[in-house]
């Protein structure tokens, strides 16, 4: 078979609801690797943010940040990062709305202070689990970010959303994940990646870099931050616990992460 290059998102892909890779998908990925073809994650965290647990899988490229950093054998292919003035522009406009937020970073990400007072648990424990990695916001020079994640706050109507996309359509890639709750997705969460920018775009770049072809591409993924490069990708795979819309994008539908789904996808698609 001809080698191809999977892009792999973390998230409900590759991390379960427990924060474990499943010993299947271990599996799947060695015997990627064997049988030549190339591995890379494919994510919207930043490469701070990245587990322990996905980086001893020796991946052999990353699409980090939602297509703001591609990464090829630990050296940087691209990277771009967001400007002070735009930063301002989107504090003023976030804070307005009322969002708890964290700019991303490749070395830190930086929420504000009185982001600590918040009562919204996944936010506060999210940022916590990063430990010094965490960076209070002290002057907005010191941001050095390509992303931001947004929690909007309680009672935030459609009509809002709407309104608060508008504003901010110019600059920025607007990403609302479904707001189900389960023990994979995050209820109410929004990602902003600079316009033009996103996982299908950074797999594009990867693919530049190293002189391959769109028919190469395998995109794994399971979440609305996944639709472009499930758009993108010659083969397009989604986990059964994915998202409704993801679903409607794949070329395959895969079974749950917790039911060997990227072991039995490889498999049967004769990727292994």
């Known amino acids: 078979m001809e080698k191809k290059l999977i892009f792999f998102d973390i998230d409900g892909t590759l991390l379960n609801g427990k924060k474990e890779v499943p010993e299947s998908t271990k599996t799947a990925l060695r015997e990627l690797r064997e049988a030549g073809h190339l591995r890379f994650v494919c994510t919207g965290r930043t490469k701070c943010m990245i587990p322990e647990q996905v980086r001893e899988l020796e991946f052999d ?31 003023e406009i976030l804070k307005r709305y009322g969002f708890v937020y964290l ?36 002057d907005y020079k010191d941001i050095c970010a390509s992303k931001i994640t947004l929690v909007p706050p309680v009672g935030f ?66 979440s609305n931050n996944d639709l472009e490069m499930l758009a993108y990708t010659k083969e397009s795979i989604c986990m059964g616990n994915g998202t409704s819309r993801a679903k409607e994008l794949a070329t395959f539908q895969a ?11 490889m498999k049967t698609l004769q990727y292994i």
Do not use: C, W
Not at 255 to 265: E, L, P
């Open 61 to 91: 490229g990353f699409v980090f940040g939602g297509g703001t950093q591609v990464v090829y054998e630990g050296e940087d292919v691209t990277y771009q990062e967001l400007s002070y003035p735009l930063i301002l522009k989107s504090v």
């Open 103 to 138: 700019f991303e970073g490749k070395d830190n990400i930086y929420y504000e202070k009185e982001a600590q007072k918040e009562e919204r648990a996944y936010f506060s424990s999210f940022v916590k689990g990063f430990g010094s990695l965490a960076k209070i916001i002290e």
């Open 157 to 222: 109507t459609n009509e809002q959303l709407e309104a608060f996309k508008l504003e901010m359509r110019d600059d920025f890639n607007v990403i609302v994940h479904e707001a189900e709750k389960n023990d994979i997705l995050t209820d109410g969460l929004i990602e902003l990646v600079p316009e033009g920018t996103n996982k299908a775009t950074g797999i594009k770049d990867a693919i530049t870099f190293l002189k391959r072809e769109q028919k190469d591409t395998v995109g794994v993924g399971d």
């Open 255 to 265: 079974k749950h992460i917790d039911d060997d789904g990227i072991y039995d996808a």
